[in-house]
């Protein structure tokens, strides 16, 4: 079982940025998805960014460009970094692990982080 905590979630500007980082209880360099969904007040969660074991990406077009997912399997850490944020990325963060299937999905197999709060103001 995978236990995961985010921290680096707060209130920033439009046009800020913000670092998210997500610990793993454990190794994660066997985990073969690991990353980021959101979720903003009456809408569906959504993927944001995932990195795979031998580091493939794949972004949410809204965020291309201006996020980048990192993983550190040293420190059983995977990063968000978060640029030019809007009005419109405000949500809850949800760190997300799935040991056995690639591409990251919203599924049985997915464990989850308790979420942070990011906030941006206009």
């Known amino acids: 079982q995978v236990q995961l905590v985010e921290s680096g979630g707060g209130l920033v500007q439009a046009g800020g940025s913000l670092r998210l980082s997500c610990s793993a209880s454990?190794?994660?360099?066997?985990?073969?998805?690991m990353g980021w969904y959101r979720q903003a007040p009456g809408k569906q969660r959504e993927l944001v960014a995932a990195?795979?074991?031998?580091?493939?990406?794949n972004y949410a077009d809204s965020v291309k460009g201006r996020f980048a997912i990192s993983r550190d399997n040293a420190k059983n850490t995977v990063n968000l970094q978060m640029n030019s944020l809007k009005p419109e990325d405000a949500a809850v963060y949800y760190c997300a692990a799935d040991p056995d299937r690639w591409p990251l999905v919203d599924g049985t197999g997915t464990y989850w982080g308790q979420g942070t709060q990011v906030t941006v103001s206009s």
């Open positions: 990195i795979s074991r031998w580091g493939s990406t």
């Open positions: 454990g190794s994660i360099f066997s985990i073969k998805a």
